[in-house]
Structure formats: C-alpha cells, structure tokens
C-alpha cells in the first residue's frame, strides 16, 4: 500500500527557512490525478492546507502562505519537499503530506503520520 513519510526538523528558528520533505513508497507520484499535498495544523486549532504538486508536476498553493511557500518534487527518488521561509511562531505546528484525488477535494487517500515543527529561538 502507499505509505508516505515526512522528514525535516524539528526545531527552526525564526526568520529561517522550513524544509520538509515527503517520501512516498508503494506508489508513484506521478500516477494521475493525485495532488501531493501539505497540510497543517497548529496547536489548538483545525487542519490547513497549503499547497500541492500534482501528479504533472504543476503546483498549487495557499493564497494566504503563497508568497512563503515553494513546493518542489524528485520523481527519480519518489518524493516531493516543502519550503517556507520567514517563519514565524505561528508556523508552529504539526506537518503532515498527503495525496488527494483532485485539486478541489476534501478527501484526502493518502496520509504521512505528520512530523512536530517547532518556530523558536
């Protein structure tokens, strides 16, 4: 089955840049009509999404993260990488990858088991 495994920090300081990346077994990222998502969810509060890379290679982000955010994908090792620069506190929170079966959907098929980032000095 598709297994996806966040990797990256846990701990950036503020200012800095965030870098995550996503490794995906069991399945291609490049199969059809996937969306490789970044999803997350800070202390007490519900899940956001911010941004994907579909299975063309095309991306898709956030309006509200858009200007921070970079997401970038390695087809030859299976797996696809987030960036966000000028974090802040507030980007503390719980990071997880996923996949969903169309831009506009709220289903999500695949989950990685989401990887603590902590923004501190």
């Known amino acids: 089955q598709v297994q996806l495994q966040e990797s990256g920090p846990g701990l950036v300081k503020p200012s800095q840049t965030l870098s995550l990346t996503c490794i995906v077994s069991?399945?291609?990222?490049?199969?059809?009509?996937?969306?490789w998502s970044w999803v997350r969810q800070p202390p007490g509060k519900g899940l956001e999404w911010m941004g994907a890379?579909?299975?063309?290679?095309?991306?898709y982000y956030s309006p509200s993260l858009k200007s921070r955010t970079s997401i970038s994908r390695d087809t030859s090792k299976n797996q696809f990488t987030l960036q966000l620069s000028s974090v802040t506190p507030e980007d503390t929170a719980v990071y997880y990858c996923a996949a969903k079966d169309g831009l506009s959907s709220s289903e999500y098929v695949y989950w990685g088991q989401g990887t603590q980032v902590t923004v501190s000095s």
């Open positions: 069991g399945g291609s990222i490049t199969t059809n009509y996937l969306y």
């Open positions: 890379i579909a299975y063309s290679g095309s991306t």
